[in-house]
Structures are given as structure tokens and as C-alpha cells.
């Protein structure tokens, strides 16, 4: 599974950005599994943003983003987004998507299989 990530940047608190996570892979069906946005900040570990299901039914966030951050999909596309409103500085991170190894999970399973990240730097 190949995962690349883009979008990120430097924006000044209070802004948005949107985050893309395009998806491909030998027999990998894009519209059946779960995706998750991570992130991680200088000094501190990865920590998960939120993550979506594989039919969109289910979306889950981090409480630190909550009302501020919106996770969707595009099967057709093979893309998941990351929108980020309100942006803080302490949202400052490489922001990684992410996926799992088995097919039609649920979001509260391991993510294994990484993108390379993109970097979103918030100015105050």
C-alpha cells in the first residue's frame, strides 16, 4: 500500500488547510478500508487526529480537534482529507495518513502502513 500525503504548509493561527492522503496499491480497494490522520510533533509522540471508516458511517476524533478538524473520503478517488479550521499552534506537526492491514475494520483497530507525512506549521 502506497500512501501519499499533501497539503500541508505554513498557515497563521485562526486559518484552515486542507490535508489530501491519496491511496494505491496492488489489490489494495481503497473503499474498504479504514483511514486514519496522525500526527506528530516535535519532542512528543505520534498521536492519532481522528480516523474514518471504511463506509464513512463511522468518523472519530481526537478530543483536541473536535468541532475544528473534519475527516472525509472520496472513494472514487482513493483520497482521504483532513480538513483543519481554526488552526492553533499548537497544531503544528508532520501530519501522516495511515491505513490498516485487514479489510473492513473498525476505526479503534492498528493502523500499519504509513505515508511519508507533510508538514503543517502554524504561526501565532
Known amino acids: 500500500v502506497q500512501l501519499q500525503a499533501c497539503g500541508g504548509g505554513l498557515v497563521q493561527a485562526g486559518g484552515s488547510r486542507r490535508l489530501s492522503c491519496a491511496a494505491s496499491g496492488r489489490s489494495f480497494v481503497f473503499s474498504n478500508y479504514v483511514m486514519g490522520w496522525f500526527r506528530q510533533a516535535p519532542g512528543k509522540e505520534r498521536e492519532l487526529v481522528g480516523a474514518i471508516s471504511w463506509s464513512a458511517g463511522t468518523i472519530d476524533y481526537a478530543d483536541s480537534v473536535k468541532g475544528r478538524f473534519t475527516i472525509s473520503r472520496d472513494n472514487a478517488r482513493n483520497t482521504v482529507y483532513l480538513q483543519m479550521d481554526s488552526l492553533r499552534p499548537e497544531d503544528t506537526a508532520v501530519y501522516y495518513c495511515?491505513?490498516?492491514?485487514?479489510?473492513?475494520?473498525?476505526?479503534?483497530?492498528?493502523?500499519?502502513?504509513w505515508g511519508q507525512g507533510t508538514q503543517v506549521t502554524v504561526s501565532s
Open positions: 495511515a491505513t490498516q492491514q485487514g479489510a473492513l475494520g473498525n476505526t479503534r483497530e492498528r493502523f500499519v502502513f
